[in-house]
Every structure is written in structure tokens, then in C-alpha cells.
């Protein structure tokens, strides 16, 4: 239980704009990103991302967005973006793996459910997700 505590605490601090005019546009999209309201949320996430482009977590929720709407090539730049600024972003490297798995390509899922479990060993998706995987690639 203490691990999924930790992460949570991971998620809150990954979506804390540095500024607060970020940050309300950031909690805006999410609420269009939750309200299915996709078009204006890629909108408001593209505003974050041009507010504050080092802020990793507005170009995961975009990405996020982008993955929602079934355009995983744009989903795959943010995610490459999210990870150049937060390596050990296990959110964005789960979307990741996803599109891969979602496009039939197991050897990158397989590599980035890899990923996530030197983040956190615990992850117990990724070790069934990639269990099933080498069983099929067998």
C-alpha cells in the first residue's frame, strides 16, 4: 500500500505548473480531458505546453489526449518529449507501451514494460503485461 501511496504523491507533484496561470489552464484541460471534451483539451494542453514547455506533465496530458482521440503518432512525439524532460515518467512510458501493443509491436512494448518495472519493480501490470508478451514472442 505504501507504494501506491508514493506514487500518487509522484502524480501530484508532476502536475504542479510553475506558474499559476499555467496551472489553472493545465486544471482546465483536464476537466475538458475528463469531461470527454477532447478538441478543446488538446487546445488548452497545447497553451501549457507553449506557457511552460519544461513542464513535462502538459505534454503527457497531451499526449494522453492525443492517444484518447486514436492519434497515436502525435501521442508517441508528446510522450518522447515527456520523457526526454522526466525520464522516470512511468505514466508516459504505460502510454507508450499501450500504442506499441495497440499497433502489434511487442518487442517495444516488451522493452518499455522493461522500462517501467527499473522504475518501479513492483509494477505488477507491467510484469504480466510482459510475462504474456515473451510467452507469445516464444
Given at each position: 500500500m505504501e507504494a501506491s501511496r508514493l506514487?500518487?504523491?509522484?502524480?501530484?507533484?508532476?502536475?504542479?505548473?510553475?506558474?499559476?496561470?499555467?496551472?489553472?489552464i493545465f486544471d482546465e484541460a483536464n476537466q475538458f480531458m475528463d469531461d470527454g471534451e477532447l478538441d478543446s483539451a488538446v487546445e488548452l494542453f497545447t497553451k501549457v505546453i507553449k506557457q511552460s514547455p519544461e513542464f513535462a506533465?502538459?505534454?503527457?496530458?497531451?499526449?494522453?489526449?492525443?492517444?484518447l482521440k486514436?492519434?497515436?503518432?502525435?501521442?508517441?512525439?508528446?510522450?518522447?518529449?515527456?520523457l526526454y524532460?522526466?525520464?522516470?515518467?512511468?505514466?508516459?512510458?504505460?502510454g507508450l507501451a499501450e500504442i506499441y501493443l495497440i499497433k502489434d509491436?511487442?518487442?517495444?512494448?516488451a522493452a518499455t514494460y522493461r522500462r517501467i518495472l527499473e522504475i518501479i519493480p513492483?509494477?505488477?501490470k507491467s510484469q504480466d503485461r510482459l510475462r504474456l508478451i515473451n510467452d507469445l514472442l516464444v
Open positions: 506514487l500518487f504523491n509522484i502524480w501530484d507533484i508532476w502536475s504542479i505548473a510553475d506558474k499559476q496561470e499555467t496551472q489553472i506533465e502538459g505534454w503527457n496530458k497531451r499526449a494522453t489526449v492525443y492517444f486514436g492519434e497515436f503518432n502525435k501521442s508517441i512525439s508528446d510522450i518522447e518529449k515527456t524532460l522526466e525520464p522516470r515518467h512511468f505514466g508516459a512510458l504505460d509491436d511487442l518487442v517495444g512494448a513492483s509494477s505488477k
